[in-house]
């Protein structure tokens, strides 16, 4: 069935991007936030500003570069999974890493010193903020998926919403209803919010479980 | 740490070069949306992959902006309307074998009551000027596609003015235009195959055809690898042979009788009609 085609696709799209923003995202908050150095103050700047990223802007950009004509066009990736991946992780990265930086810039001096003084150095420091930020690290992961489930503009224009190959259920939704198949798009719908309702649950679930 | 940094860069570099070997087999298809609205690719793109293994993308445009693909290298074969900026392009060298495949016709479509009496016109030069003077309202594609350069090219042979009060212009594809006339019960110029496919959909009526200027034919055009070399040539040259052929012809003859009782598409490619 052609609708399982592109739910495992939208699946195999947003986890990918998911998985490279949750990294690329949470590590340039940790690193940001942990580390004192000249500029530091432009790059928040520029991490907030990229929370609101637009994605027909960031889908032209890829475009531009995926283009056989671009400066990346002899990877040839242009209207490939792969392509919409690369779009979603530059729309998401920065949300996360805006979420995670506030995090843990919201953890109290104090308790920096106290980890440090007990020998928490590197990677057990950024271990033990993150067991103490759970539940807004979680939160910022939330933040990232919902809008690369949701993502419909960026996904369109480099992966140009081919059957069988880069159509999700956003694009699918757009061309079901451009070609007047409304029933069809409101199945369609539905299904994205009940997948997302879904991951969101599970993550609510590990979230709420973290704070007690 | 930085020993595990190379070991993804590795695996990420081989998951990209593994798709870039497997991509010679791609060929990147620019057509209008009439061909992508009213199905007959995904009757016939099946076909075509099964018998030769080419995977084919299919970008569903206005024939400018694949037009305008074509020129820039970034399709491979062209299938489109468009046949002023066609003859253009090939003119100007960057597309080769222009070939014609098969033909349809513009229709004026537009609310049953047809406030501008539009129907009543002697041709449909007049049925566009009579919408202008009434000021009832028309939706334009405006988006460069094939319908879109007919339309202007109608409305040019009358000196009426396009007001923004009655002339909107929707941006988007047949279909989605389709849609938005329905809703405001306004006019627009759409081909015979998208308006059929959208008929019980929607609550527009036929409010004039048969005009010869309403002829509307499609070509198949492969992009000039002399121009851009990184362009898939053969698989272009496969995909028009494909089109044009004989077996092929017949599948688009057949399409959409079941459906609508009648042909979509006249195919044109073996009597040398343009």
Partial sequence: MEI????????????????????LGGGLGFFVALNNFTGKKQAIAII??????????????????????????????????IAMVIA????????????????????????????????????NLVWLLAKETKSSLLA????????????????????????????????????????????????????LITLSFSVNCCLTLIQQRARK | MKKLLVWLFILAALFIGSYSLAASK??????TTSTVDSGLLDALLPIFEKQTGYTVKTIGVGSGLAMEMGRRGEADVLLVHSPADEEKLVKEGFGINRRPVMHNDFI?????????????????????????????????????????????????KNKDTLSNLWYLESGQGMGATLIIANQKEAYTLADRATYLNFKDKIRLVIIFEGDKLLFNPYHV??????????????????????????????LIADFGKDKYGQTLFFPDALNGNN
């Fill in chain 1, 4 to 23: 399982i085609e592109i739910i495992i696709l939208t699946f195999k799209v947003s986890g990918c991007a998911l998985i490279c923003s949750i990294v």
């Fill in chain 1, 48 to 81: 907030n500003t990229g929370m609101g990223l637009p994605p027909v802007v960031v889908g032209l950009l890829v475009l531009l570069f995926l283009w056989r004509g671009g400066p990346l066009g002899f990877m040839e990736l242009i209207y490939t999974p």
């Fill in chain 1, 88 to 123: 979603q992780i530059i729309l998401a990265t920065p949300i996360i890493a805006g979420l995670t930086m506030a995090a843990i810039q919201a953890v109290p001096e104090k308790m920096k010193w106290q980890a440090a003084a007990l020998g928490a150095r590197g990677w």
């Fill in chain 1, 140 to 191: 910022a992961v939330m933040a990232g998926f919902g809008g690369i489930i949701s993502e419909v503009g960026a996904v369109m224009m480099v992966g140009g919403n081919i059957r069988g190959q880069t159509r999700v259920l956003t694009t699918s939704i757009v061309l079901e209803s451009q070609k007047g198949n409304i029933n069809q798009a409101i199945i369609l719908g539905l299904v």
């Fill in chain 2, 26 to 31: 791609n060929i990147i298809l620019a057509t």
């Fill in chain 2, 108 to 156: 004026l479509v537009g609310p049953a009551k047809d406030p501008a009496a539009a129907a009543k016109a002697a041709n449909v030069k007049e049925a566009f000027s009579r919408i202008a003077k009434s000021g009832a309202l028309f939706i334009s594609r405006a988006d460069k596609s094939g319908t879109h350069a007919k339309e202007l090219s109608i409305w040019k």
């Fill in chain 2, 221 to 250: 055009i492969e992009v000039n690898p002399a121009k851009h070399p990184k362009i898939n040539a053969a698989g272009a040259k496969t995909f028009a042979d494909f089109i044009t052929s004989a077996k092929t012809q017949k």
